[in-house]
């Protein structure tokens, strides 16, 4: 019995002490963040002719280096559907807007959702 308290309070202390550490992590801004750079969309319509289609406004600040970016870009309004891949140079602390016109999407296809992703751009692991 004596051994089981012992222990207890041996065991108690060593968690005590465990959960009160600090957690101490040492890294850089740039491996904080897997993404050196910030990004921002809005979904938008716009007259192309006659017709009325489906547009995003995109807007992406970068980080604190230069990165090449591929941006994935998803539509989907009822029954039509389109995407598209945008590559580009950003460079560090750069603001690039932009929009990106569905022309196969019109408004009358129905109520839209849209889906966009933004991730570094290497070729051959460089």
């Known amino acids: ?12 202390s060593s968690l005590f002490m465990a959960c009160t550490q600090p957690n101490v992590v040492n890294a850089t801004p740039e491996e904080h963040h897997e993404i050196p750079y910030e990004m921002a969309s809005q979904l938008d319509t716009v007259e192309l002719g ?15 280096k230069d990165t090449s970016i591929v941006y994935y ?23 690039v ?3 990106y016109i569905f ?8 109520t839209a959702a849209y889906k966009t992703h933004l991730e570094p751009y290497t070729t051959h692991g460089k």
């Open 97 to 99: 807007q932009g929009d």
């Open 1 to 12: 019995m004596k051994k089981f308290a012992i222990f207890s309070i041996l065991a108690g």
């Open 103 to 110: 022309s196969s999407v019109p408004v009358s296809s129905g």
């Open 50 to 64: 006659e017709s009325r289609v489906y547009a995003i406004h995109y807007t992406w600040v970068g980080g604190m």
């Open 73 to 95: 870009l998803s539509l989907y309004a009822g029954k039509a559907s389109e995407s598209d891949t945008l590559y580009e140079y950003l460079a560090a602390g750069d603001t």
